[in-house]
């Protein structure tokens, strides 16, 4: 697909056709690397690692029953913690 250089501020920048972001998957403010080698410029995005929780949904509800999970007590919130 051909585009022109465009001036952006002090800068000269280039869009991304619309066709490409969807493909792509990108947003505002995802993060690319740009790279200048034999005459091309390459932008690639950056993949952000998933976060992911030191534990399972199953292995903190292990061993969890209506018997031992306190469900008939009820947790006392203080002033603090409510941000008063």
Do not use: W
């Amino acid at each position: 697909m051909r585009t022109q250089i465009r001036k952006i501020g002090n800068s000269l920048g280039n869009i991304i056709p619309a066709a490409f972001i969807r493909q792509l998957g990108l947003v505002e403010g995802a993060d690319i690397e740009v790279k200048a080698t034999d005459g091309k410029i390459t932008i690639e995005p950056i993949k952000r690692p998933k976060k992911c929780f030191p534990f399972s949904e199953k292995e903190l509800l292990n061993g969890l029953s209506p018997y031992t999970a306190h469900a008939d007590e009820l947790a006392l919130v203080s002033a603090k913690e409510l941000g008063e």
